[in-house]
Every structure is written in structure tokens, then in C-alpha cells.
């Protein structure tokens, strides 16, 4: 099991007092761009936190702040054409004012060799910050700041893990929560257990003492996240992932309870019997099928086959017919034929999923698929995504139009990006409503009668309890 520190514990902490000191009453500021997925969302409000204890403040925009971060994601290929862009756009800004801090982090900087390629390629980033290090965050900016000092710090290996970091949340009433980190799957197409190290569970008494601080706060709803919350705890002696959610639906104030991802090899009857009982856990499930054909499934290294996937469905079905499930499918993966492809359109077909994330499969150095031979061609693979991509909204649409008439409830989430007046905030299943109400529903749950319907999203009507 990881060992496991406090962050007011270790020196790197007594860093933030000494760059508050470093300003004196100069004011300093921040932005930070965040890429990936919701790890990377968390990871940014640690960050946030870190620079907030350093007395930095939110900077209205890129090219004024004075620390400027990349958290950077490497799932799939291209992103790293997209930093080199921003970055080269920034140089203009670090010339204007050279006091200005650059700091790439996130996962791409665990890649073999890519942080070593863009220090040299861009000579005014001053850190380059692993996934591991985080709490070093404030004796690296430190140092630079006293030091001039360019930094690399990235760790190999995962280390202990961190708790009791500060941190910054833009929403009030909704929190990500993670509860463990890291993946030991080696999907043979992923580049995350490279990047995000071997898997580690929080303990559930930090976990739970966490949340608890959250609701004192107001927080309603959370997010626990993992990159396969199913095995949360395996291996180290913790509790069970459905015990965790038994412990945590006890807290007071916390009304909704999600989690993701869960891997399909890794979903209990016991996880499903505590979805079932537990009024607090959503009900919704986001499940990665990655591929409907058992060719392909053993190749990505995902130990299921469709007939087991399709039995966790008819399960969860029938222990929660109304639940909102959820997947990612990977189209191209190398050596997928027509007919394997196939087995995903039928797969798809035959479970009507709520929503799908599709990817056209990207190549990532250093992980075994990347050496398997692909001979489908680009335009084959493009004419596939959309097939694929017409099914599942066909499914999406005959989803969401089967929940007109029906009541649902929102947490609202803030104002809708359009239309006056209008609120938007995402029902149980995770559907994003749309519905006319005020500002100060904001942070409150608000009952909604579905008018309209489209794919992934809904309109209606605000109701009385
Ligand atoms: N741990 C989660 C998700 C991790 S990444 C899980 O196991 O489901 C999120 C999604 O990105 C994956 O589910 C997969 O569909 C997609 N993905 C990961 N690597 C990819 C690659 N090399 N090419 C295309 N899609 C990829
Ligand atoms: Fe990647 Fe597979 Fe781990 Fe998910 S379970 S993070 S897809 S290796
Ligand atoms: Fe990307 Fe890292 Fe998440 S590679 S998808 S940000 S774990």
C-alpha cells in the first residue's frame, strides 16, 4: 500500500509562506488551462489551491497572469501539436513581461523523453512539473522565483500519496472527490497506466473525512473518481467500493453520490446491489465497452468478452430498469475488420445506450498496440466513426424523447449558455436540462417536467415538489 503523507506535514508546504513573502504586497496572478479528463480537472484545483496559498490570484486572462500553467493530457495523439501552438502564442507575452512564470504538468510530461523535447524546443518555460510531484509545486515557482532557476521535476515512480492539499472549486454545490489513483489494466492502447502510475486507493477514513468537510461547505453532489473505482481498495486491505459508497451515503448534506470509470471486469453484484439500496447513489453507470468483438477485446487486453459485458447490462437492468448507462468506444483499433466492426454497431444496437464517447483509436508510443499492425486505411476508419457515431444518436435521441412528460431532478449548475433566463444542471442520469429559473436555484436541486428532447440533452419546465 502507498504510503501516505500530509501536505502540512512536509516541507514543500512552508514553500507557499515563503513565496507570499517573496510579493510582500505585490499582487501576483494565475490561469491555468486544463486538458484531459476529470483527473486533470481535480489535479488543476490542487494546483489552484497551492497558488491561491501563495497568494496568487485568478488572472482574467492568459496573456496577463503572471504564472501561467498547461495541465496537459496525452491520451490520444495530437495533443501535443495543440501545446506547442498555445505555447508559441504565449512567447509574445513572456518577451511583454519576463517575469512572467510558464509551467507545463500534467500527464504528458510523464511521457518518455517528450518533457526533455519541449525544454529544449521552448527555452522560456521555467517548470516542467510530473503527475507524481504535485505538493512540489511551491519550492519549484521558489526557486525559480529566487534562483532564476529552470526546473524539470518529474518522478519515475508514483510516490506516497499527498493528503490535505489545499484546493480551489469553482462550483459550489458539486465536488470531484478522488479516491484512488492510477490504473494496473495496460489496456493495450493506453498511455495512462504510463503516466498515472500504479494504482493506489486513498484511505476510506481520508475519503470520508473529506466529504464530510465538503458537505459542512454545501456541497450536495459528488464525483468520486478513479481510473476503475471497481477495484478501489483492492490489494491493500481497504474496504470495498460499495462499502466506501455504504460509508459515505451516511454523510449528512450529500444528496447525490457518482463515480467513474468503472471497468466491466471489475463490477461486482455487490457494487450493483448498493447502486440498487442506496436512494444517494445516482442511478447511472458509465461503463467503457471499448469493443462489441471478442477478437478485439482480448487484442486491448480488456478481460471480458461481449457476452459477459452484455450480462453485466441485463443485470444492472433488472436490478435498476430506468438506469442511465453510459460507455467509450474506441473505432480502428489495429486490425479491426468489417465484420469485428460490425459487432460494435450490433453490440451498440442491442444495449441503446444513453450516451457514447467514440474515439477514432490515436497510436501512442510505448504501449503494445502501438506495434500491432493497422492496415485499415484513415477514410475507412472516418466512414466507420460515423456510422457508428448515426447509431448512437439515433439511441441517444429515442432515450432522451422516451423522458418527455416525465419529471426529473436537477442539481442547476449555473446559467445556460443560451437564452435569457434559462438554467442548466444535469438530472440523475447525468443528462444536461435546460429550464427557465433564477439565480439563486444556482447550488439547489429544482424538479423539471421534460418538454423537449434531443440527443444527450433535455428542455422543460420547472414544477413544485
Ligand atoms: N479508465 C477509464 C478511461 C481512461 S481514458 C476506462 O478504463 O474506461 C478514456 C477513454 O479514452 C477510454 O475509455 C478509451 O475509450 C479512450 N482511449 C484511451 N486510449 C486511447 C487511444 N490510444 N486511442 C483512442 N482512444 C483512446
Ligand atoms: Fe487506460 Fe484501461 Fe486503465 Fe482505463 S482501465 S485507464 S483504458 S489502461
Ligand atoms: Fe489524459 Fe491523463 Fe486523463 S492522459 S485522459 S488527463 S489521466
Known amino acids: 500500500m502507498a504510503g501516505i503523507r500530509s501536505f502540512h506535514q512536509i516541507t514543500d508546504s512552508t514553500f507557499c509562506t515563503r513565496v507570499r513573502t517573496f510579493f510582500g504586497d505585490r499582487p501576483h496572478t494565475y490561469y491555468i488551462e486544463t486538458y484531459g479528463c476529470q483527473m486533470n480537472v481535480r489535479d488543476s484545483q490542487t494546483i489552484a489551491g497551492l497558488l491561491e496559498s501563495m497568494g496568487y490570484t ?35 507575452a513572456k518577451v511583454k513581461n519576463p517575469d512572467m512564470l510558464v509551467i507545463l504538468c500534467g500527464c504528458m510530461m510523464q511521457e518518455d523523453g517528450t518533457a526533455d523535447k519541449l525544454r529544449r524546443a521552448f527555452r522560456f518555460v521555467d517548470i516542467f ?89 454545501g456541497v450536495k453532489e459528488i464525483m468520486l473518481l478513479g481510473q476503475n473505482v471497481n477495484s478501489y481498495g483492492k490489494n491493500c486491505g481497504e474496504i470495498s467500493f460499495a ?45 467503457p465497452v471499448q469493443s462489441g468483438s471478442d477478437r478485439i477485446l482480448r487484442q486491448m487486453n480488456r478481460h471480458y468478452t461481449r457476452e459477459q459485458y452484455l450480462t453485466l447490462v441485463k443485470k444492472l437492468r433488472a436490478a ?45 508510443v510505448g504501449t503494445p498496440a502501438a506495434e500491432m499492425k493497422d492496415e485499415t486505411s484513415d477514410g475507412e476508419k472516418k466512414a466507420r466513426m460515423a456510422r457508428l457515431i448515426a447509431l448512437c444518436e439515433e439511441s441517444s435521441l429515442a432515450r432522451a424523447q ?26 440523475e442520469s447525468g443528462w444536461m436540462v435546460t429550464f427557465p429559473g433564477r439565480e439563486d436555484q444556482i447550488g439547489q436541486f429544482v424538479n423539471v417536467r421534460v418538454i423537449h428532447a434531443k440527443p444527450n440533452s433535455l428542455s422543460g419546465e420547472t414544477e413544485e415538489e
Open 243 to 287: 462499502s466506501l459508497l455504504r460509508l459515505l451515503h451516511g454523510v449528512d448534506g450529500i444528496e447525490r453520490i457518482r463515480f467513474m470509470t468503472s471497468h466491466p471486469k471489475d463490477l461486482s453484484d455487490e457494487l450493483i446491489e448498493a447502486m440498487r439500496d442506496l436512494p444517494k447513489v445516482a442511478c447511472a453507470l458509465h461503463l
Open 402 to 427: 422516451s423522458k418527455i412528460g416525465t419529471r426529473v431532478r436537477v442539481l442547476a449548475e449555473g446559467k445556460a449558455r443560451k437564452g435569457e433566463h434559462l438554467l442548466c444542471g444535469r438530472a
Open 58 to 92: 485568478p488572472a482574467a486572462n492568459r496573456q496577463s497572469a503572471d504564472a501561467v500553467l498547461f495541465n496537459t493530457c496525452c491520451v490520444r495523439e495530437g495533443a501535443e501539436d495543440r501545446l506547442r501552438g498555445n505555447l508559441g502564442k504565449l512567447k509574445e
Open 129 to 217: 512539473l510530473g503527475t507524481h510531484n504535485t505538493h512540489e509545486l511551491p519550492m519549484l515557482i521558489y526557486r525559480v522565483l529566487t534562483a532564476k532557476e529552470r526546473t524539470l521535476s518529474l518522478w519515475e515512480r508514483e510516490g506516497d500519496i499527498v493528503e490535505d492539499m489545499p484546493v480551489v472549486r469553482e462550483k459550489t454545490a458539486q465536488a470531484y472527490v478522488n479516491i484512488m489513483y492510477g490504473c494496473n489494466n495496460f489496456c493495450t492502447y493506453c498511455i495512462v497506466p504510463y503516466v498515472r502510475g500504479r494504482e493506489r486507493s486513498r484511505r476510506h477514513e481520508d475519503i470520508e473525512r473529506e466529504v464530510r468537510a465538503l458537505a459542512r461547505t
Open 320 to 364: 435498476m430498469p430506468d438506469i442511465a448507462l453510459s460507455t467509450d468506444v474506441i473505432v480502428g483499433f489495429p486490425g479491426e475488420t468489417e465484420e469485428d466492426f460490425a459487432d460494435t454497431l450490433s453490440l451498440m444496437e442491442e444495449v441503446r445506450f444513453d450516451s457514447a464517447f467514440t474515439f477514432v483509436y490515436s497510436p501512442r
